[in-house]
């Protein structure tokens, strides 16, 4: 019996998820995307996109969560907590979602909700939490922590022992030293090298990695 999923979003992540369901599908793994859910504002049920149709809004969710599972498809962590929090309002239940190139060891453990996509690798003693998204071609070494809506751009390089706070942002490109912590809802931009720990709330870039500028996180 497949697995059943709905994505949130159908915007450029969500279509790239899509890429991942069907790329598992083609290797053996029985998942059905039955579609979007979106917010009303951007974008009206039967719309296809991709070949799968947008079902509805979080009023449609409410009356089908039993049905399948969700996984948050926006980029942006910020809005991916707050659209996580409606839907466990809808009492959905979130599935995670692996590409099947990518490598993770037995010791790699795993919250919910969670999407990594293709050429990702995962070394051991990796702790990753809750809707974190870990994009193209990252590695991720020994002992490090993704707490919840951490994400990381395409090519991003962790060594061992790194912290990732809940919500930080890790630029396409963007390397991480080991035994650094990345503060909660802080940026690194693309191209950064991280030689220091990063506050929360920051915004850094550079190489070193500087940070330029705070930000309120609601």
């Known amino acids: 019996m497949s697995q059943k999923f709905v994505i949130i979003g159908a915007g450029g992540f969500a279509r790239e998820i899509l890429d991942i369901f069907e790329a598992c599908a083609d290797a053996g793994q029985d998942f059905e995307v039955l579609g979007y859910l979106v917010e009303t504002q951007y974008g009206q049920p039967r719309e296809v996109i991709n070949g799968k149709p947008i079902l509805g809004d979080f009023n449609w969710l409410a009356q089908h969560a039993s049905e399948f599972k969700v996984i948050c498809g926006v980029g942006d962590p910020v809005a991916r907590k707050r659209l996580v929090a409606l839907a466990k309002d809808c009492r959905a239940h ?13 010791r790699v453990t795993l919250g919910e909700g ?49 912290i990732l706070g809940e919500g930080c942002y890790v630029g396409t490109g963007a390397n991480i030293i080991d035994r650094k912590t990345i503060g909660a809802w802080s940026v690194v931009g693309a191209g950064s090298v991280v030689i220091s720990d990063v506050p929360p709330n920051s915004t850094v870039v550079g190489v070193p990695a500087k940070v330029i500028k705070t930000r309120k996180v609601e």
């Open 94 to 106: 979130f599935g995670n979602i692996i590409h099947p190139s990518a490598i993770l060891t037995r």
């Open 114 to 162: 969670i999407v990594i996509t293709a050429g990702a690798i995962f070394t051991n003693q990796i702790k990753i939490g809750n809707h974190v998204h870990v994009n193209l071609d990252c590695t991720i070494g020994h002992n490090v922590v993704l707490e919840d809506f951490a994400t990381l751009a395409p090519g991003v390089h962790v060594s061992g022992w790194v």
